[in-house]
C-alpha cells in the first residue's frame, strides 16, 4: 500500500532548470527519514543526513533543480512507480528482486549487516538460537534474520528502525541483526551495547532507485556520482559522518 507523503522539504541545488537530456523538471527524490545517520529530521523538521547531503551534491553536479520528500520505506517503491517521485536515495540496496519493479543506478556506498546486543550478552551470528531478535521489515537485515534464523530463534519485523532500537532498549530483545553504519552511529549514545561479532559480508551494494527505461536519468546519476567521487566532493561528505570511505 502507498503510503501518504509525510512531508515535502523542496531544495534548489542550483537557480537553473535541468539542462542534461530528459532529466525531470523539477527532479524529485525520495527518502525515508527514518534512518540516522544517512536519513532522518531534525527538531525543524529538516531533512538531514548522508543520502540528504549526497542527494544535494548530485543535483548541483547534473544542475539539476530538485525537491527532497520523505516516504515511509513499505511504500517507498510503490509510490516511485505511481510517479509520486523520480528517484530514491535512501540507502536501498541493489537487489534482483527490487530490479523486477524498478531500476538502480552504479552504487553509492557499500554496506555489511551487523548485531548488536547488551554488552556481554550476545557472542555474534552464532549465539543467537533461542534468543528474541529484530529487524527493520523489508531490509536485507530482515531477509538474513528470517533465512538464517527461522526456526531457531523468535524473529521479530519493524516497520522502522527506531522501533527496534527501542525493543532492544526496553529488553524485549536480546538482538538486532542492523546495516552496521546506523549501528555503531546508535551505539555512540547507548553505551551499554555493542557490535557483538564480526561483521557480515553479503556483498550489499547501495545505489539510487529510479523507473524502469529511464536511460537519460540513470546514465546522469552514474556520471554524477562519479564526478563526486573524483572531484572530492563525496569524500568530505563522507567525512562529515564516517571515520572510513564507505564506498
Same mark, same amino acid.
Given at each position: 500500500m502507498v503510503k501518504q507523503l509525510l512531508s515535502a522539504l523542496a531544495f534548489s541545488a542550483v537557480a537553473s532548470a535541468s539542462s542534461a537530456g530528459d532529466i525531470p523538471d523539477p527532479l524529485r527524490i525520495a527518502t525515508e527519514g527514518a534512518y540516522p545517520p544517512f536519513n532522518s529530521v531534525d527538531a525543524n523538521g529538516k531533512l538531514i543526513g548522508f543520502d540528504v547531503d549526497i542527494a544535494m551534491a548530485l543535483c548541483k553536479e547534473m544542475k539539476a533543480n530538485c525537491e527532497l520528500v520523505a516516504q515511509d520505506w513499505d511504500g517507498i517503491i510503490p509510490a516511485l512507480v505511481a510517479n509520486k517521485y523520480d528517484a530514491i536515495i535512501a540507502s536501498m540496496s541493489i537487489t534482483d528482486e527490487r530490479k523486477q519493479t524498478i531500476d538502480f543506478t552504479n552504487k553509492y556506498y557499500s554496506n555489511y549487516l551487523a548485531i548488536i546486543g547488551e554488552k556481554g550478552k550476545v557472542a555474534g551470528a552464532n549465539d543467537l538460537a533461542g534468543r528474541a531478535i529484530g529487524a527493520q521489515r523489508s531490509t536485507l537485515a530482515s531477509q538474513w534474520a528470517e533465512d538464517s534464523l527461522t526456526g531457531k530463534a523468535d524473529v521479530k519485523l519493524y516497520d522502522t528502525q527506531t522501533a527496534a532500537y527501542a525493543d532492544l532498549s526496553a529488553g524485549r530483545l536480546d538482538a538486532m541483526v542492523s546495516d552496521i553504519y546506523p549501528a555503531m552511529d546508535w551505539l555512540k549514545d547507548n553505551g551499554g551495547y555493542e557490535l557483538s561479532g564480526s561483521a557480515i559480508d553479503i556483498n550489499d551494494q547501495?545505489?539510487?532507485? !529510479? +523507473?524502469?527505461?529511464?536511460?537519460?536519468? %540513470?546514465?546522469?546519476?552514474?556520471?554524477?556520482?562519479?564526478? !563526486? +567521487?573524483?572531484?572530492?566532493?563525496?569524500? %568530505?561528505?563522507?567525512?562529515?559522518?564516517?571515520?572510513?570511505? !564507505?564506498?
Open positions: 547501495i545505489g539510487i532507485g !529510479i +523507473r524502469q527505461g529511464e536511460s537519460d536519468l %540513470k546514465a546522469a546519476f552514474n556520471k554524477a556520482i562519479d564526478a !563526486i +567521487r573524483a572531484n572530492g566532493t563525496y569524500a %568530505k561528505i563522507n567525512a562529515k559522518y564516517f571515520s572510513a570511505d !564507505i564506498y
